[in-house]
């Protein structure tokens, strides 16, 4: 494919019905070497292209340093950072490491780049539909109009001098859900590299992923990446080739409920106190899992007329959408950027 030319380019959509399959698999059988690890309530496993008992080692140990970045990042422990932010931060400025501090700083920026479409303190809005204990209701006008006051990237004050944290409403909290995996994954692979280990496969709960290197000692294509179907998992709509680069997949195919008549899921658009979106899925390819995590969860959560809004910015990266066909089962995929795929995702040539 290649880049965009117009000022704005059109997505060209292309259909993939449900049972169609995409291999990966090109029959010259190789050992891969799985590592898994459990943390951030998904798993995260590495993967290896052969039988190493060094690089092995090397990369359990490096899995290893996720339990020390969930202990500063998750909600769920009380004397986390982030913890202690939501804690206190409305009512004194809250000092976090320089590691925190720097993924905050980040986060705000892709705020500011996806006009707030990304906000790390939406979570009084997931509460107020349920998500965050997973039983969504549909809450009424007056309590997303109370949620959506707590919630604003904006009122959040760093302060890079004294690196700390304080909100300027009662009430607000920071979630980093969106893009601590990636953070993490980042994390690894930047102590796989400095230990020698350069030929890797990264993911955390398959949404966010880190490739490195290559697949096979006799290709330098890189690593093939299967693309799910939103709403069938197991199922892959295409696949691509990713080297050296990271890709974020944001959707709300797996979290939702219906209420009269109508779906609702679970990726709530800030700006407006309502889930978002009119695209099944969102998947964006960059050089570091932590903006493809943000990324795609602000493109997704704007939705297809801001990509092509947005695709023209300097920050804006390779992104495929994906988004319900007009039968049932089927999907419609299209991609602004430069993708390499292993194979085309319908039989008609892609030239978007």
């Given at each position: 494919?290649?880049s965009?030319?117009?000022?704005?380019?059109?997505i060209?959509?292309?259909?993939?019905e449900?049972?169609?399959?995409?291999?990966l698999?090109?029959?010259?059988?190789?050992l891969?070497?799985?590592?898994s690890?459990?943390?951030m309530?998904?798993?995260?496993?590495?993967?290896?292209?052969?039988?190493?008992?060094?690089?092995?080692?090397l990369?359990v140990?490096?899995?290893?340093?996720?339990?020390h970045?969930?202990?500063?990042l998750t909600?769920?422990?009380?004397?986390?950072?982030?913890?202690?932010?939501?804690?206190?931060a409305?009512?004194r400025?809250?000092?976090?490491?320089w590691?925190?501090f720097r993924?905050?700083?980040?986060?705000?920026?892709w705020?500011?780049?996806?006009?707030?479409?990304?906000d790390i303190?939406?979570g009084p809005?997931?509460d107020a539909w349920?998500f965050?204990?997973?039983?969504?209701?549909?809450?009424?006008r007056k309590?997303?109009?109370?949620?959506?006051q707590r919630?604003g990237?904006?009122?959040i004050?760093?302060?890079s001098?004294?690196?700390?944290?304080?909100?300027n409403e009662?009430?607000?909290?920071?979630?980093?859900g969106?893009?601590?995996?990636?953070?993490?994954l980042?994390?690894?692979?930047?102590?796989?590299?400095?230990?020698?280990?350069?030929?890797?496969?990264?993911?955390?709960?398959?949404?966010?992923v880190?490739?490195?290197?290559?697949?096979r000692a006799?290709?330098?294509?890189?690593?093939?990446?299967?693309?799910s179907h939103?709403?069938k998992p197991g199922?892959?709509?295409?696949?691509l080739?990713?080297?050296?680069q990271?890709?974020?997949?944001?959707g709300?195919g797996?979290?939702?409920?219906h209420?009269?008549?109508?779906?609702y899921g679970?990726v709530i658009?800030?700006r407006s106190g309502?889930?978002?979106?009119?695209?099944?899925?969102l998947t964006?390819?960059?050089s570091?899992?932590t903006?493809?995590?943000?990324?795609?969860?602000?493109l997704?959560?704007?939705?297809s007329?801001a990509?092509?809004?947005?695709?023209?910015q300097?920050?804006?990266?390779p992104?495929?959408l994906?988004r319900?066909?007009?039968?049932q089962?089927?999907s419609?995929i299209?991609c602004?950027g430069?993708?390499?795929?292993?194979?085309?995702?319908?039989d008609a040539?892609?030239k978007?």
């Open positions: 494919m290649s965009p030319q117009a000022d704005h380019p059109e060209q959509w292309l259909k993939i449900q049972q169609s399959s995409v291999n698999d090109d029959g010259n059988h190789r891969l070497t799985h590592i690890h459990r943390a309530a998904t798993d995260f496993v590495a993967i290896l292209p052969d039988e190493n008992p060094e690089q092995i080692e990369t140990d490096a899995l290893e340093e996720l339990n970045i969930e202990s500063r909600i769920y422990q009380p004397e986390s950072e982030i913890s202690l932010v939501n804690r206190f409305a009512k400025p809250v000092p976090v490491s590691s925190t993924l905050l700083e980040r986060s705000m920026q705020s500011r780049s996806t006009e707030g479409a990304f303190t939406a809005l997931v349920g965050s204990k997973r039983q969504g209701r549909k809450p009424t309590e997303i109009d109370s949620a959506r919630v990237y904006e009122k004050e760093l302060d001098a004294k690196q700390t944290v304080r909100f009662a009430g607000m909290s920071v979630n980093l969106a893009i601590g995996k990636g953070f993490a980042d994390q690894i692979a930047g102590q796989l590299r400095e230990r020698g280990v350069v030929n890797f496969l990264l993911h955390g709960g398959n949404s966010s880190i490739a490195s290197g290559n697949q006799d290709d330098s294509k890189g690593w093939a990446i299967g693309l939103p709403t199922h892959r709509l295409t696949g080739w990713l080297k050296d990271a890709l974020g997949t944001s709300s797996k979290q939702f409920f209420h009269r008549g109508r779906r679970h658009d800030p309502f889930p978002a979106g009119d695209l099944q899925s964006t390819i960059t570091a899992a903006d493809a995590d943000a990324c795609a969860t602000g997704f959560v704007a939705g007329n990509v092509i809004r947005w695709s023209t300097e920050w804006f990266q992104t495929i994906v319900s066909g007009d039968r089962d089927s419609e299209g602004i430069e993708v390499s795929w292993v194979s085309s995702p319908s040539e892609h978007h």
